[in-house]
């Protein structure tokens, strides 16, 4: 069983930052990449930012330049550094990861950029 808990997410000002966490625990034997993603209301869930184990990353466009992805391989945990906040990037943040050959998801942490 592998469980992804996320914490970090709240209300901001726009402009503001924040910083995501994501630790994943239980049978862990082999953790591939590990990635956030988001779902605002009413749209599909999109790809924000995804880090691989040898630290290879990808980040949506609209992202670059102003999120940082980054994982602690010994604790198993991946975190998104947010900065300059706009409104368009509230949404429910999701965290994925590879482990052997299944995808795991996180609960989601709720992101509000409002002033």
């Known amino acids: 069983q592998v469980q992804l808990v996320e914490s970090g997410g709240g209300l901001v000002q726009p402009g503001g930052s924040l910083r995501l966490s994501c630790a994943a625990s239980?049978?862990?034997?082999?953790?591939?990449?590990m990635g956030w993603y988001r779902q605002a209301p009413e749209l599909q869930r999109e790809l924000v930012a995804t880090?691989?184990?040898?630290?290879?990353?990808n980040y949506a466009d609209s992202v670059k330049g102003r999120f940082t992805i980054s994982r602690d391989n010994a604790k198993n945990t991946v975190y998104l550094q947010m900065n300059s906040l706009k409104p368009e990037d509230t949404a429910v943040y999701y965290c994925n990861a590879e482990i052997g050959w299944s995808t795991f998801w996180g609960q989601g942490t709720q992101v509000t950029v409002s002033s």
């Open positions: 239980g049978s862990i034997r082999r953790l591939y990449a």
């Open positions: 880090m691989t184990n040898g630290g290879s990353t």
